[in-house]
C-alpha cells in the first residue's frame, strides 16, 4: 500500500497537469479527448457525484462557482485509482497517454494494463485479502522493450502472482527519487524467512536481479538461504 499509493500521487499530478497545460483547466469536460466508446457523460456525472460527496475544503471552494466540474488539478485529487485508471486509459489519442508513461520510461500500452491491474491489488489490499500466493485473475502485459533494462527482472514464468507486481512497483518507485522501500520489502522477508517465495512467484536468483541490486542484505546470509529454499 505504501508504494501504491505513492505511486498513485505521482501518476495523477503528471496525468492532471498534463492535461491541464495541453487542453486547459476543464479538459475533463472535452469530449473529444477522449475514446468514442467510452461513456464520456456517465463518467463525468460520476465525478460530479464524488465531487458532491466530498468535505474536502479545497473542493467545497468551488461550491460558489457556476463549472461542471471544478478545474481538472481539483478533480483529480478526489478520483480514485480506479477512476483515474479509466479516465487515463480511455484518453483517445496514444501521444497523450505517453506523455505520462514517458515519464517512468515506459509505453502507454504497459501503464494502462498495469494500472487496471494495480487497481485489483490495491482494492485486495485494502480489503486486507491475501496476496502472497494469490493466482490474479487479470495479466498485465509487462513491459518487453522499455524501460529496456526491466525485463530482465521479471519472472517470465511466475504467471499471475505477485512477484512481477513489485518489480514493476520498485521500477516505479525508483523512477520517482531515492526510496527506501526495497529494503523494508526485504526486511519482510527477513522477518519471516518460512513463507514460501515459490507461492508468490519469486525466483531463486531474485536478489541477483538488477533492479534488487542496491538491497543491502550484509549479516543476512543464514536467513536467505533459508528464504531461498521455502
Known sequence: MDAIERIEVSLRTRWDYHLAYSYGSHALLDRTLFKSKWPHAANVRALRETVRNSSEVFIRHFDDFDEVLPPVWVVCEIMTLGQLSKWY??????????????????????????????????????????????????????????????????NWSAGRKIYNTLVMLAHLMDSMGPNSWKQRLYAIFTKHPNVSAHAMGFPPDWLGKPIWQDIDSRNSGDTLLNFHKC
Open 89 to 154: 486509459s480511455n484518453l483517445k489519442r496514444g501521444g497523450d497517454r505517453n506523455k505520462v508513461a514517458q515519464t517512468y520510461g515506459m509505453d502507454e500500452v504497459n501503464l494502462t494494463s498495469f494500472l487496471h491491474h494495480l487497481t485489483v491489488v490495491r482494492n485486495h489490499c485494502a480489503h486486507h485479502a491475501r496476496i502472497w500466493n494469490r493466482e490474479f485473475t487479470f495479466s498485465w502485459k509487462l513491459p518487453r522493450k522499455k524501460p529496456v533494462a526491466l525485463p530482465k527482472n521479471f
